[in-house]
């Protein structure tokens, strides 16, 4: 696929359409004509430029997602999870909550869609977590041996998609540094 058709700003332009339809119709709903008619672009170029609307959708979110955790390290993992947390808004963890709740039924029944994003989002994203953990592995935080480090991903998506739908109440900062210090932390034995 050749992208070089596209300017940085369109290509984010078209990024934060695909986001912003998604949080509009869900993934079902989501067409490659009405992304190409919010973007005055052509169905033409979507398809040359991503192959798929299950690759656009996966590098949309890959894109839309600001926190690099592989860039983190403040040295204590207290502080790196702490990090991660201060780096995402408010209104930005509800709209991700939100899409992580409707693409998951999307996942289920599209094995394109899980397959461009486990490549494009969640693996690059579980590499940066692996390697978060690890480093407070070395530094003697977490016992290498502890069975939670491989749950970590498990539980932080957990809190996002639940919250919502067991207290009806938004994801945001104070909620996740809540959930981090109580079940993360401690499930890690960390300090």
Not at 9 to 33: H, K, N, Q
Not at 123 to 129: C, D, K, R, S, V
Not at 139 to 162: K, Q, S, T, Y
Request: proline letters at 6%; aromatic letters at 4%.
């Amino acid at each position: 696929m050749a992208r070089s058709r596209l300017t940085p700003e369109r290509e984010s332009e078209l990024y934060a359409t695909v986001i912003d339809l998604l949080g509009e119709v869900g993934y079902d709903g989501l067409t490659m004509d009405a992304i190409a008619a919010r973007t005055r672009s052509s169905k033409a170029t979507l398809y040359r430029q991503w192959g798929s609307k299950p690759e656009l959708v996966a590098q949309s979110l890959r894109h839309h997602k600001p926190v690099r955790i592989a860039e983190i390290d403040t040295g204590t993992l207290r502080g790196d999870f702490h990090e991660m947390i201060r780096r995402s808004d408010d209104c930005r963890m509800e709209k991700d909550s939100a899409m992580m709740r409707g693409l998951a039924h999307a996942v289920s029944e599209n094995p394109e869609l899980l397959q461009a994003m486990r490549a494009l989002l969640i693996e690059p994203e579980m590499t940066g977590l692996d390697l978060l953990l690890r480093r407070a592995v070395a530094r003697g935080e977490v016992d290498a041996g502890n069975p939670a480090l491989g749950l970590v991903p498990h539980m932080m998506i957990g809190a996002l998609v639940a919250r919502p739908l067991i207290e009806d109440l938004p994801v945001d900062q104070a909620y996740l540094t809540t959930y981090v210090y109580a079940v993360v932390l401690p499930a890690l034995g960390a300090p």
